[in-house]
């Protein structure tokens, strides 16, 4: 069926609009005026201040006590919520930091219209504080606070407050009243992710700098003379003739801004001064830019200034008029993202790129408007900033106000266009690529809501979600509502709500208001959930002039659909309907020249365009044509693309191995996803490889978040002899071997998504086929026999990945038709002193419940393995099958996990075994071990007379890849049976490669736990 939106009735906005003015006419705010006095110490890195503040109390009730923010405190020690953060994301800076790196704020003395004030640290944050009041505050009234302060400035390589290099970073550095409003007192610990909510005011401060400093900040500078220098040096190409000469040890600066909620300022001996002063289109208002930057930086931001003008005029153009007279862009050094906005004022990291810088100051002078004059409460609803922001920096390019061309190859990877090309995103605008990116979280079953608080989300989640999907969001409501009508909602709220604190339903209520639409899907619906909607054509037939479309909506979501009809991928005729959830017939008008439909979500994003084409006439209307493409790119809808790249691989028999490896996935998550890698081998001379498929389930809401049924099949080389096959003639054979191994992985779902903890239950089939060779004692030669083995295991795997004290259990069982056996590992290390060092454990036990196999295969090893002992192929050996040489040295840490190669401790009954290991203090580099284990039958033999067993050593540590272990000392028994061996020094020295198979499956799982 046909369905057009149309307005609602007059008497129905006219009702809406008396609603809205008499919410508005409800609507307070607090009211904040600060004067601050502050002087910076550059030797000890300290500001010494005092403040004056004027708080307005707009509410509707009397206040007994306000609520502040020591946000500096957040450097002081490792309680605060800022360490704890960072200790989510893997950062120990900030915990292990010493006493000169921390900071924090101190000397407050409150006094309230001139009399002491008492105040009080939070107890689970002490970077809040609550000032109690000596009086009431009532409704309407005034009251001036006073506090000296002194903050002791931290390391820059925390976050946003810091020093380097007599470079400093002054944000969230005075005591700020936390917001109260309708909903309440909105007193937060500061964090680098989740940002801030402040009150509207005026700001006077007066900074006092050693005169060799050159200062940015938030507002407009009053001071002549230091006006008047930085205009002599702005733009000069050499700065250090323009030094200004000052007798005096220090001047003071004074900046004023009102209608802002910050104030941030920075300071350095090093800038550079950018300088261009813009008329503002459409009005009769000059605006003057700034930048600053060190001469490092000089050829990258000799535009930067046009950059930040262009945003402001972009941003005026397309949302509202800029309000002040001053914006300013500092290059800083920066721990937290690539650039943070304040009030007229951002600073930048490094870029690298003149495009990236762009791209970033656009962004951040965008805050400006999101977060700067529209002051939502970023900490719970970050996407009102971040998203809504990124929407509008993507189409500072998307709308060729600058560009004559909208696609990513021209501005953000023209500086290495081949990647472009590689990937294909020169076909794609910035929003395609922000709604590609998305949906690799998207499909993964590991998305979060957009409207919820900013520190809930997943670091990826925070980008992928908050940003990227969010601007495509809005992207998708634009071409719904129609840009004109689109344009019209955001003047609108910017006009009304602008030096105002508005909510998600603030938004709502004005864009439904100015364009007609109810508008419930996308703000409750849409941004309230982790789904996607899924559109499907299920089919098409033709009756007469109409032809009908069937489409099943996969998704709870109800949002508007478009039908569109291309001619060679030339549109021809769109059309749109209501949303529906389940199945649904559209009927449509099939225009001649068509030869194919497309249905598309308008207000969302569709996590799967795949299904959503058909073509109108042949025999496979669903079929898409099949695209090729190196390694991996954001695909093209209408198309089955098979990626591909190079393979290389090396072992000991097969030698090198070169290759390609096909696959039909990259970064999105698909239901069926492969990997087929064939290769050639040099060294055997023949055709080896390996298949990868697996089958992904997600689940949107139980607890368990994805069964994924896997299947993986390897044929490689793994051992090579001289051999008589024929009496007398002896040659050079191969044993290979063939591992089919199909499995079932039940992942189960986190009870906090930034939890580090992981659970996973794994069922597997081992089948692994191998070509070996029998000697022949009639006869005198060998003879080439196939054997089968079947093995099965269950799992079950509990780790908590954190950053400090990580640990892991893991439960398994194996059996087979001629034995089982049962087996517990827990590992666990430990961080100890202020470099730091590093203490770990393990804990291995294993039994056998039966063992009837006629080889020993299968049999507990205090020992770490070699490639012989590995019978099921689990790990990566070089030489699987060497007895000697550097390739038989190998070793992977099962069972016992001794690290020194023996015979002794090998049982098909029991097995126990404790492993230690420490790095040293500053060290890494090098560390210790040592082994503990005892058997079934140990010392009740003449060749075994001890009851526990030992080893201990030193190990050397290159990452991630390899380790290499030393022995030094060892239980008699051992010793014994190595001298028996001539075993040597040399031959006692094992090493661990830690090689994985590069699965991108396992690269985007890890991106989301």
């Not at 002063?277 to 600053?292: C, K, S, Y």
């Not at 099939?590 to 996590?607: C, T």
Request: proline fraction near 3%.
């Amino acid at each position: 069926m046909f369905y057009s939106f149309k307005k609602t009735s007059f008497l129905f906005l006219a009702l809406l609009f008396s609603t809205s003015i008499i919410a508005q006419d409800d609507y307070w705010q607090q009211h904040v005026d600060y004067t601050i006095n502050v002087k910076l110490n550059d030797v000890d890195n300290v500001i010494n201040a005092d403040m004056t503040l004027v708080y307005t109390n707009n509410s509707k009730v009397e206040l007994n006590e306000l609520y502040f923010h020591l946000w500096p405190n957040a450097y002081r020690d490792r309680s605060s919520a800022l360490t704890q953060q960072l200790l989510e994301e893997g950062n120990t800076s900030l915990y292990f930091a010493t006493e000169v790196e921390r900071g924090y704020i101190d000397g407050i003395s409150f006094k309230v219209g001139g009399a002491n004030a008492s105040h009080e640290l939070d107890n689970k944050h002490i970077d809040i504080a609550k000032l109690i009041l000596p009086e009431p505050l009532p409704p309407g009234e005034k009251v001036t606070i006073t506090t000296p302060f002194m903050v002791k400035i931290p390391s820059s390589k925390f976050s946003r407050l810091g020093q380097k290099n007599e470079s400093f970073q002054l944000t969230q550095w005075y005591p700020k009243p936390a917001v109260y409003d309708k909903k309440g007192w909105h007193a937060y610990p500061y964090l680098n992710q989740g940002e801030f909510f402040s009150e509207f005011g005026k700001f006077t401060v007066n900074i006092t700098v050693p005169s060799k400093y050159i200062v940015a900040a938030t507002g407009v500078l009053q001071n002549t003379d230091e006006l008047e220098w930085l205009n002599l040096i702005a733009n000069k190409s050499e700065k250090s003739t323009f030094i200004k000469k000052d007798n005096s040890e220090f001047k003071t600066l004074t900046y004023i801004q009102d209608n802002v909620h910050d104030f941030a300022w920075f300071a350095s001996k090093d800038f550079n001064v950018g300088k261009e002063v813009f008329a503002l289109p459409g009005t009769d208002r000059e605006i003057t830019a700034w930048t600053f930057f060190p001469d490092t930086e000089r050829d990258l931001w000799k535009e930067a200034t046009t950059y930040a003008k262009d945003g402001v005029i972009h941003y005026s153009r397309y949302v509202g008029e800029y309000p002040y007279d001053v914006v300013t862009a500092v290059h800083a050094p920066l721990s937290a993202g690539a650039g943070m906005e304040y009030p007229t004022i951002t600073v930048i990291g490094n870029s690298g790129a003149a495009n990236v810088l762009e791209t970033v100051i656009v962004h951040e002078v965008g805050h400006n408007w999101f977060y700067g004059i529209l002051g939502s409460n970023e900490r719970e609803h970050a996407w009102m900033d971040e998203g809504v922001n990124t929407y509008y920096e993507a189409t500072y390019y998307i709308k060729r106000d600058k560009y004559p061309n909208d696609n990513l190859n021209e501005n953000l990877m023209s500086t290495v266009p081949i990647v472009s090309k590689l990937f294909d995103t020169d076909r794609l605008n910035y929003m395609e690529l922000y709604k590609y990116l998305y949906t690799i979280v998207g499909s993964s079953g590991y998305s979060q809501q957009a409207n919820m608080r900013g520190d809930n989300f997943g670091s990826a989640n925070y980008g992928l979600v908050v940003y990227m999907k969010v601007g495509a969001l809005l992207y998708e409501l634009k071409n719904y509502l129609g840009e004109e009508a689109f344009n019209n909602c955001m003047k609108e709220y910017y006009s009304e709500y602008k030096f105002k604190h508005p909510y998600p339903e603030d938004m709502q209520k004005v864009f439904e208001r100015t364009s007609g639409e109810d508008l419930d899907w996308f703000f409750k619906d849409v941004l309230n959930t982790k789904e996607d909607v899924d559109y499907k054509i299920k089919g098409i037939k033709k009756y007469d002039d109409r032809t009908i479309v069937k489409v099943k909506n996969n998704s709870n979501l109800s949002v508007p659909v478009s039908i569109t009809q291309y001619h060679q991928d030339k549109i021809v005729n769109e059309e749109y309907a209501k949303g529906f959830v389940g199945d649904s017939i559209l009927v449509i008008k099939l225009i001649d020249s068509a030869d194919r439909i497309m249905i598309a979500n308008k207000g969302a994003i569709d996590i799967n365009e795949k299904d959503n084409h058909i073509r109108t006439k042949g025999i496979f209307k669903k079929w898409n044509k099949i695209n090729f493409k190196f390694i991996g790119y954001p695909e093209r809808s209408d198309r089955s693309t098979i990626f591909y790249t190079p393979a290389i691989d090396y072992n000991y028999y097969d030698k090198m191995s070169l290759g390609a490896s096909f696959y039909n996935s990259f970064l999105q998550t698909k239901k069926f996803e492969y990997v087929i890698t064939p290769m050639y081998g040099f060294g055997s001379n023949e055709l080896i490889g390996r298949v990868y498929t697996n089958y992904n389930f997600i689940f949107k809401s139980s607890k368990i978040q994805s069964v994924v049924l896997d299947a993986e099949l390897d044929y490689f080389n793994y051992s090579k002899n001289k051999l008589e096959l024929e009496a007398g003639n002896p040659t050079t054979e191969y044993q290979k071997y063939l591992r089919v191994n199909p499995s079932v992985e039940v992942n189960f779902r986190k009870k906090k998504f930034r939890s580090s903890i992981n659970e996973s239950l794994v069922l597997e089939n081992k089948s692994i086929h191998k070509n070996k060779f029998n000697y022949d004692v009639i006869n005198g030669i060998y003879k080439e026999v196939d054997v089968w083995n079947h093995l099965y295991n269950l799992s079950y795997n509990y780790s908590n990945k954190r950053v400090l004290d990580p640990y892991e259990i893991l439960f398994s069982s194996e059996f087979s038709e001629e034995h089982s056996k049962l087996s517990a590992t827990f590992s666990q290390s430990f961080t100890y002193g202020k470099s730091p060092g590093e203490f770990g454990f393990r804990i291995f036990t294993g039994a056998f419940i039966f063992d009837d196999s006629e080889l020993n295969d299968y049999r507990f090893r205090l020992s770490g393995w070699q490639g012989k002992n590995d019978y099921a192929f689990d790990n990566a050996f070089f030489g699987r099958t060497e007895t000697d040489g550097l390739w038989s040295q190998q070793t992977v840490l099962n069972d016992g996990a001794f690290k020194i190669p023996t015979i002794i401790g090998q049982t098909r009954d029991w097995l126990a075994a404790i492993n230690l290991n420490a790095s040293f203090p500053g060290l890494k580099l090098i560390g210790a071990f040592a082994d503990f284990g005892t058997f079934e039958n140990a010392g009740n033999t003449l060749a075994n007379e001890e009851k526990i067993l030992y080893d201990a050593g030193l190990y050397l540590d290159l990452g991630n890849f390899l380790k290499v272990y030393f022995p030094l000392a060892k239980s008699d028994d051992i010793k014994k049976s190595l001298d028996t061996n001539n075993v040597n020094f040399g031959e006692q020295i094992r090493f661990e490669l830690k090689i994985s198979r590069l699965r991108i499956q396992e690269l985007r799982k890890s991106l989301f736990k």
